[in-house]
């Protein structure tokens, strides 16, 4: 924990650094102490400073994405971000009842707005050169994947480790270190209440309690609140808890863990949108004075609760990594047909 304290100040600057919550500042801080919260045992090869200094960097990759005027990219990058959880409803759909398969839920749109277009506004092309307004969002399904690669990057380089050269080992580790960085992103976007919702940016439609409507929101609480009031890392890491394996799921719910694990954790951070609101509408969130400064106790939660699910999960993919069959035949053959040669 203390070597997490010192890397922290020397990364930030300060005793009390301010950081971004979910900005690239807050999303390294996110890596740095869900690496932390690892335990001893697992792969020393990710705690050198090389390698956390690679993982906190590639904390903020899926953001960099973002900046691209490449269309492809954008329009398969965007959603990845977040999940507007009051979408589902126009399409008859729930977290309980979309399908666990990217491919198949998108299908599951598709077929709803082909049976019933009455239902759903059109929408500019204009404003949607991305073509994804339609989308209510893929996150829990980037982390499902995101979570797969990683199991699966566990999974051969224990084969490499048996029987591959030093170079072989060498670029599995290297991937585990860039699954687990960019895994780390997504992880914290679910996190951040308004990456679960369809009021990201300010309240839209019908408005009884007067919540703000500022386009400028999403950011504020993204970087702009906690730039201003400061982030107390060390507090944080205090609070870390050790790494858990993840619980397995009801056998008879026909869900993976993981898609069913991240579904839950939205769910659990979308209680706080209103929340959020509220603050906003009560100057806890202003930044100025006593008051304005309440606001970052939720926050500094949110930063925790994505630091202690990440390790988590980076926690369950190696436990669970089983034996790359298919790779361990071929390096079996290859070493046999080394041993034949003259």
Do not use: C
Not at 210 to 234: C, E, P, S
Not at 280 to 288: R, V
Not at 330 to 335: I, V
Request: net charge neutral; glycine share 8%; no cysteine.
């Amino acid at each position: 924990m203390n070597r997490l304290r010192l890397l922290l100040l020397i990364v930030l600057g300060t005793s009390l650094p301010p950081a971004g919550a979910w900005d690239y500042e807050g999303h390294r801080v996110i890596n740095l102490l869900a690496l932390d919260s690892l335990p001893t045992n697992f792969p020393s090869f990710v705690r050198t400073a090389e390698a956390r200094e690679r993982i906190a960097f590639l904390g903020g990759e899926m953001d960099r994405w973002r900046n691209t005027p490449d269309l492809p990219l954008r329009h398969v990058n965007h959603p990845d971000h977040y999940l507007d959880l009051e979408d589902l409803e126009p399409y008859g759909l729930s977290p309980t009842n979309v399908s666990q398969f990217r491919h198949e839920f998108v299908a599951q749109l598709g077929a709803i707005r082909a049976a019933q277009p009455d239902r759903f506004p059109p929408i500019d092309p204009a404003r949607d050169r991305e073509r994804t307004k339609w989308l209510p969002g893929f996150l829990p399904w980037a982390i499902a994947e995101q979570y797969a690669k990683l199991k699966s990057a566990f999974s051969y380089l224990r084969e490499y480790e048996q029987a591959g050269t030093a170079d072989e080992i060498a670029n599995a580790r290297a991937n585990i270190i860039y699954r687990m960085g960019v895994m780390g992103h997504v992880v914290g976007d679910a996190s951040q209440p308004l990456h679960t919702t369809r009021h990201y940016n300010g309240w839209v439609g019908p408005n009884p309690r007067g919540y703000t409507t500022n386009r400028t929101f999403h950011a504020w609480i993204d970087g702009g609140y906690l730039q201003k009031v400061g982030l107390d890392t060390n507090a944080l890491a205090a609070r870390l808890r050790p790494a858990q394996r993840l619980p397995k799921p009801d056998p008879n719910s026909g869900r993976q863990d993981v898609f069913s694990n991240a579904m839950g954790f939205i769910l659990e951070q979308h209680r706080h949108v209103e929340t959020l609101y509220e603050l906003e509408k009560a100057g806890k969130l202003s930044g100025e004075g006593e008051t304005g400064r309440e606001g970052s106790k939720l926050l500094q939660e949110q930063l925790l609760a994505a630091s202690q699910w990440l390790g988590d999960l980076w926690l369950t993919a190696w436990q669970e990594a089983p034996p790359d069959l298919f790779l361990r035949s071929f390096l079996a053959k290859r070493s046999a047909e080394e041993d034949r040669r003259p």
